[in-house]
T-cell receptor, first 115, second 116 residues
């Protein structure tokens, strides 16, 4: 089945540690995105990538880093510089970067808790 | 600045009845798209329906329809014949079409509870 997978589903981290969240898609989509969701709030964009080897900061990129070495993969690293990393992280992808009517499809999410 | 407002934190509806979830938006750009997503307790965001700012007719997808009133800047989601499985968070989102990438701006969501 085509879709977006995220792993792990739950992640616990000690303060001061970097962690990497995985996002893989087999939809042959060009564009991929990372969002953060806090309780009672909507989603906020962390990073996005329209093409392999290229990515841009979103609204809340501080304390995060990404890479896009393969079309199907867009891992997110939450660094120790992120002051409040406990949140639900959602990865999304869309077919053609910049196409106005294209829809973003989401993965199942990773819930990160900092202990 | 672009903004989405969902004023209903929670809504209750009985099974088989229709329910309307409100969404208003703010943008000065004439070209935009409006989306509704469903988020069940599992967390995944499920795409429901899309409406473009230049679309002449209201969008429909099965039991979902979008009541698009451009002059009022509203894009309410109507769910007909509610089912127990419709209980979830619902998010309205907007995307500007003239930007270089597909940034979605989300509202804070409405929690829908369908009772038997």
């Amino acid at each position: 089945d085509g879709g977006i997978t995220q792993s792990p589903k739950y992640l616990f981290r000690k303060e001061g540690q970097n962690v990497t969240l995985s996002c893989e898609q087999n939809l042959n989509h060009d564009a991929m995105y990372w969002y953060r969701q806090d309780p009672g709030q909507g989603l906020r964009l962390i990073y996005y990538s329209q093409i392999v080897n290229d990515f841009q900061k979103g609204d809340i990129a501080e304390g995060y880093s990404v890479s896009r070495e393969k079309k199907e993969s867009f891992p997110l690293t939450v660094t120790s510089a992120q002051k409040n990393p406990t949140a639900f992280y959602l990865c999304a992808s869309s077919g053609v970067a910049g196409l106005s009517t294209d829809t973003q499809y989401f993965g199942p999410g990773t819930r990160l808790t900092v202990l | 600045a672009q903004k989405i407002t969902q004023t209903q934190p929670g809504m209750f509806v009985q099974e088989k009845e229709a329910v309307t979830l409100d969404c208003t938006y703010d943008t000065s750009d004439p070209s935009y798209g409006l989306f509704w997503y469903k988020q069940p307790s599992s967390g995944e965001m499920i795409f429901l329906i899309y409406q473009g700012s230049y679309d002449q007719q209201n969008a429909t997808e099965g039991r979902y329809s979008l009541n698009f009133q451009k002059a009022r800047k509203s894009a309410n989601l109507v769910i007909s014949a509610s089912q127990l499985g419709d209980s979830a968070m619902y998010f309205c989102a907007m995307r500007l079409m003239n930007t270089g990438f597909q940034k979605l701006v989300f509202g804070t969501g409405t929690r829908l509870l369908v009772s038997p």
